[in-house]
């Protein structure tokens, strides 16, 4: 079993950044696949990023790329989402996500792949 806890969420401005952290517990971190997930409000839940277990490769949805950055620190226990030029549409609970296995089972961008999830941090973005 993985606990997941996610914070720095917050209220922004357009063009502003944030820093998320997704704290995991219950099992040893570095072996288990991670990745980002957002939801919108009256939306379904969408993927951000993902990251491998040494950070060996690392996949984001194209509305973010060159804007947002995934990291993980394994001795840690940790993974980031650095959040830069942010925009209103960017408003949403962010969500981390671990897969039980050191590898992706499927397409990281799907979230079957993904066993653990936490409760999900708000990020706010005005414009």
């Known amino acids: 079993q993985v606990t997941l806890v996610e914070t720095g969420g917050g209220l922004v401005q357009a063009g502003g950044s944030l820093r998320l952290s997704c704290v995991a517990s219950?099992?040893?971190?570095?072996?288990?696949?991670m990745s980002w997930f957002r939801q919108a409000p009256a939306k379904e839940r969408e993927f951000v990023a993902a990251i491998s277990t040494g950070a060996g490769s690392i996949y984001y949805t194209n509305s973010v790329k060159g804007r947002f950055t995934i990291s993980r620190e394994n001795d840690k226990n940790t993974m980031y989402l650095q959040m830069n030029s942010l925009k209103p549409e960017d408003t949403a609970d962010y969500y981390c996500a671990a897969g039980r296995n050191s590898f992706f089972t499927g397409s990281p961008f799907d979230q079957g792949v993904y066993d653990y999830w936490g409760q999900g941090t708000q990020v706010t973005v005005s414009s």
């Open positions: 219950g099992r040893t971190f570095s072996s288990n696949v």
